[in-house]
């Protein structure tokens, strides 16, 4: 079961009744997938000044992460290919509800992300092509070192441990580029150990608002 709530930044996000977890922060969700993934995660990876990036996300769930990405690379000259893993696709009388675009050319491309076929690579704007993809992150067939970003957006690790696990992380971290970066919101030891233990410097850094800290990760 899933309910829609707001959040402090007066964005929504949903509410996973059987885990009783939300779907973002409950201080702003906007604002958490804005700092974490947007300005962490990608921004810093455009300071490599690269012409195309690859993104693997863990979790597409109601899209904000895929549809801040691209929105934020409108009109810029890099082409991003975005692959997204979600166990549970909500279906549209959920994610149609949901307030994050207001603009019409926004509402549009936020639909377009939601529309796009599951499990084939769909051109969603002029840079921005978006490969959802239904299946669990444990069954995925990931490829070795493809990725120059990972937005790791899974539930949190008490709700959710098995996104988390020893394997999950493995799998994860050789799907990365040298060089490439993990972002997550998490701040907890032992995801911080896990990743350490798989190779990757760990950076904390301040969490968004409601947060302390934040995780981003580089593999060397
Ligand atoms: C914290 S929410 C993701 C938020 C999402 N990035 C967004 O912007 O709305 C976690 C997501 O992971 C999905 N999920 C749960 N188990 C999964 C699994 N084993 N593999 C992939 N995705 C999973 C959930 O259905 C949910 O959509």
Known sequence: MIE???TKDGSHTLKNLDLN???????GAVQESLHVFVRHGLEFVREKSLQKISILEIGFGTGLNAWLTARHLQGVDMQVEYETLESFPLKEPVWSK???AEEVMDKELFIRLHLADWNSAVQVSENF???KKHVS???ADLPLSKFDLIYFDAFAPEKQPEMWSHVVLQKVVAAMKPGGVFVTYCAKGQVKRDLKNLGLSVEALPGP???REMIRAHKS
């Open 129 to 131: 092509n978006l490969h």
């Open 209 to 211: 608002p409601g947060k």
């Open 137 to 139: 992150v444990q069954e």
């Open 98 to 100: 949901l307030n994050y």
């Open 21 to 27: 977890e939300t779907y973002h922060s409950i201080h």
């Open 4 to 6: 829609i709530i707001f």
